[in-house]
């Protein structure tokens, strides 16, 4: 009898390819002919060739395997490899997350720790979190004068939501009983902090900081096509404008995957401290 894991493997390899068998059978099997409408005469019969040049998942395996084998070339502003646009992308969503968490989780830590706190910060909190992060983009744009800086700020703004209120919730949620015992031991306040509520509210932590990271890489995807410039959005709308469809879906593709591997990195992360505990 296979384990669940390898039957769920085989299944989802069973699905991939069908999905992907029907996809290219359908844009080969053959179109029927049909008189062009006086629109289409005058466009040139842009509707009908549009179509068709949709691109199969075997034209897209071949593009791909043409810009892995040099992901990092640089031609000039509006010609970089994917990895390069990747790399860009990247480094922009870890440095406004790394700026959220640096000041997320000390407030979550005394919002969770002090009920005054929490009840003084709520209608900030409430107001501000319900914005969407590309609303800030323009006052962003008008403030700090620099785009780069801009979709900075965008990633920490909108990465910041989710761990502050995950990690007020963890250390809020600590059993009593953990507190109890650092008194008993007269452990200092900022002591109690770092060795008994912070590993018992670490778990819940971890799980604002993987939501933060998935909408931090979408949200860099939409900021980067706004501002242009580089980045893996901007690479996705300047090969829709020269309407390389095939480029398009490639992106796509390698988005998803970044987007999964971040999120494993962080899962990873909590189900070792779930263990350790």
Known sequence: MLS?????????VVLLLVTLGAWELANQAPTVAKEMTEYEKLTGGAGA???AQLPTPSQIMAHAGKELRNPF??????DKGIGLQLLYSIGRVLLGYIFAA?????IGF?????PLWQKALDPFIQVLKPISPLAWMPLALFVIKDSVASSVFVI???SIWPMLINTAFGVAT?????INVARTLELGRVR???????????PTILTGMRISIGISWLVIVAAEMLVGGTGVGYYVWNEWNNLNLTSVIFSILMIGVIGMLLDQMLARAQRWVQYAD
């Open 174 to 178: 600590v059993r009593r009983d953990y």
């Open 110 to 114: 005394v919002i969770g720790m002090s």
């Open 156 to 158: 920490f703004i909108c």
């Open 102 to 106: 640096a000041l997320a989780i000390p």
């Open 4 to 12: 669940l894991p390898l039957r769920a493997a085989i299944l989802s």
């Open 192 to 202: 109690t902090a770092l060795t008994v509520i912070f590993p018992a509210a670490a």
């Open 73 to 78: 070339y640089d031609k000039g502003p509006n």
């Open 49 to 51: 060739s549009q179509e």
